[in-house]
């Protein structure tokens, strides 16, 4: 339950909604897709939905200066645009300025939206000069403003953000202030700013933290965020630390776009394709009548929806050189019938994501285990 007041009925849904869904798993948390730059649009969010998703979503993380400027206002449409049938997402933003934070708030407000999550954990270097982001754990006194300025649009207003700037244990200091602010919900990537991804998540904080929780505001919902892959790992993590009220997924859905199915199953190749070729028509809808949309962005994409298979490198080497999505089309009708037959001809069987996740997150530990040897 959330802090007791209008604003927070958004969040109270999303509790209740996420037990309903779920009546057979205990201490049911609920789950979210973390917002990441230039991928948690309303065409992402919608191929997500698709693959099995979260019970909330978020959008990009926006610039609030210019969403309460007259010219730049423009430029940060696509990033707030919400489609008719889908799911409403929290809305993101970031900035340093208490009334640029309010006014940015109260045009959330106008256009449908009920809960604003403000930054405070962007590691960026660029964010952080402008004061906004990781930063404000530096500046805690423009943190708590910057919290009141959002409150004043009556939306539920929560804070993301990291355990510190330079050292994790930071968060001893720094999380009780945020939480003496009444949030309705706290998200905490468990690194520092200066940890960036290099270190693994600090897991053995998470006791603690839910116990300053349960001391200074009972009412606020407590997300925890990073190195969680799956819905299962996520449900594994709620199983170690009771009293976790939501678990965040961000880089894991680059590995596995069916990461928050309740019940994991093996999916074949047709269906990453067909998921694919819904993200190349929705991209091509929003490009004509919502916003622009850079083509270079879709590549990023590519790897999410062709790995697990025989050849699928060498597809996805033929995508990147395209520059249009009816190119991506073409290609697709070209060679997947190649594909498909040289698959069959090495009798190879499709793996399903949650195998090929375990080579990359194998890969990845091994990387993480060299930088960390290096970083220390």
């Known amino acids: 339950?959330?802090?007791?007041?209008?604003?927070?009925?958004?969040?109270?849904?999303?509790?209740?909604?996420?037990?309903?869904?779920?009546k057979q798993a205990e201490n049911q948390p609920f789950f979210s897709m973390a917002p990441m730059e230039a991928v948690t649009d309303t065409v992402f969010r919608r191929v997500i939905a698709?693959?099995?998703?979260?019970?909330?979503?978020?959008?990009?993380?926006?610039?609030?200066?210019?969403?309460?400027?007259?010219?730049?206002?423009?430029?940060?449409?696509?990033?707030?645009?919400?489609?008719?049938?889908?799911?409403?997402?929290v809305a993101q933003i970031w900035g340093s300025r208490p009334e640029e934070i309010a006014g940015a708030a109260k045009v959330l407000a106008t256009m449908g939206y009920q809960a604003v999550d403000i930054n405070?954990?962007?590691?960026?270097?660029?964010?952080?000069?402008?004061?906004?982001?990781?930063?404000?754990?530096?500046?805690?006194?423009?943190?708590?403003?910057?919290?009141?300025?959002?409150k004043k649009s009556g939306l539920a207003v929560s804070v993301k953000t990291?355990?510190?700037?330079?050292?994790?244990?930071?968060?001893?200091?720094?999380?009780?202030?945020?939480?003496?602010?009444?949030?309705?919900?706290?998200?905490i990537h468990l690194r520092s700013r200066k940890e960036m991804s290099k270190a693994p998540a600090h897991e053995e904080y998470?006791?603690?933290?839910?116990?300053?929780?349960?001391?200074?505001?009972p009412q606020t919902l407590?997300?925890?965020?990073?190195?969680?892959?799956?819905?299962?790992?996520?449900?594994?993590?709620?199983?170690?630390h009771p009293g976790i009220d939501g678990i965040m997924i961000g880089r894991g859905i680059f590995e596995n776009p069916y990461a928050f199915e309740v019940k994991p199953k093996q999916h074949t190749l047709e269906e990453s394709i067909a998921l694919l070729k819904l993200q190349l028509d929705l991209f091509d809808d929003v490009n004509a009548n919502i916003a622009p949309k850079h083509f270079e962005?879709?590549?990023?994409?590519?790897?999410?929806?062709?790995?697990?298979?025989a050849h699928?490198?060498?597809?996805?080497?033929?995508?990147?050189?395209?520059?249009?999505?009816?190119?991506?089309?073409?290609?697709?009708?070209?060679?997947?019938?190649?594909?498909?037959?040289?698959?069959?001809?090495?009798?190879?069987?499709?793996?399903?994501?949650?195998?090929?996740?375990?080579?990359?997150?194998?890969a990845n530990q091994l990387k993480l285990a060299r930088e960390t040897k290096k970083y220390n």
Request: charged share 25%; hydrophobic share 45%; aromatic share 8%.
């Open 312 to 362: 699928a490198s060498a597809l996805r080497q033929l995508l990147m050189e395209t520059h249009a999505t009816e190119e991506v089309r073409d290609i697709l009708d070209r060679e997947l019938a190649k594909v498909y037959a040289k698959v069959a001809a090495d009798e190879h069987i499709y793996r399903d994501n949650g195998v090929a996740s375990a080579d990359v997150a194998a």
């Open 206 to 217: 998470i006791d603690e933290i839910l116990a300053m929780r349960d001391a200074i505001a």
């Open 50 to 89: 698709q693959a099995g998703g979260p019970d909330v979503y978020y959008t990009e993380f926006t610039n609030a200066s210019s969403m309460v400027h007259p010219q730049a206002k423009f430029s940060v449409q696509g990033r707030l645009a919400v489609a008719e049938n889908e799911k409403q997402p």
């Open 222 to 240: 407590i997300q925890i965020n990073g190195d969680i892959k799956t819905r299962q790992s996520g449900m594994q993590l709620v199983k170690n």
């Open 1 to 22: 339950m959330t802090v007791e007041s209008p604003q927070n009925f958004f969040w109270d849904d999303v509790v209740k909604q996420a037990q309903l869904e779920n």
């Open 120 to 150: 405070m954990g962007c590691p960026d270097t660029t964010v952080i000069k402008n004061g906004a982001g990781s930063d404000l754990i530096r500046h805690q006194e423009l943190a708590k403003e910057i919290i009141s300025a959002a």
């Open 162 to 187: 990291r355990l510190g700037f330079y050292q994790a244990e930071e968060f001893r200091e720094w999380l009780p202030i945020i939480l003496r602010q009444q949030v309705a919900v706290l998200t």
């Open 297 to 309: 962005a879709l590549k990023r994409y590519f790897k999410i929806y062709l790995r697990g298979f």
